[in-house]
């Protein structure tokens, strides 16, 4: 699965975001965005936001840092990097 996270490097949502990331043992690219308008805009382009952190799961849009503790508080995250383990 590849796991790609929109960030801003003084975010604190970012950080949060990055720390579950890490707790769960996966790896994600990180597209930092400040001061990069054609990042920005592809950003905002995937997924119609403007906020930071934006979290994709094989291209298919997340959400932001409580989106993903929601899926983590849900259980439904870590189905979700299984899954796709043993795709």
Request: some cysteine.
């Amino acid at each position: 699965m590849k796991i790609e996270i929109y960030t801003k490097k003084y975010c604190f949502y970012c950080r949060r975001a990055k720390e579950l990331l890490i707790k769960k043992s996966v790896l994600f690219e990180e597209i930092v965005i400040d001061d990069n308008v054609k990042l920005y805009e592809e950003m905002v382009n995937r997924c119609g936001r403007t906020t930071v952190p934006q979290v994709f799961f094989d291209n298919e849009h997340i959400g932001g840092s409580d989106d993903l503790y929601v899926l983590d508080d849900q259980g439904k995250l870590d189905v979700m990097l299984i899954s796709a383990i043993h795709k």
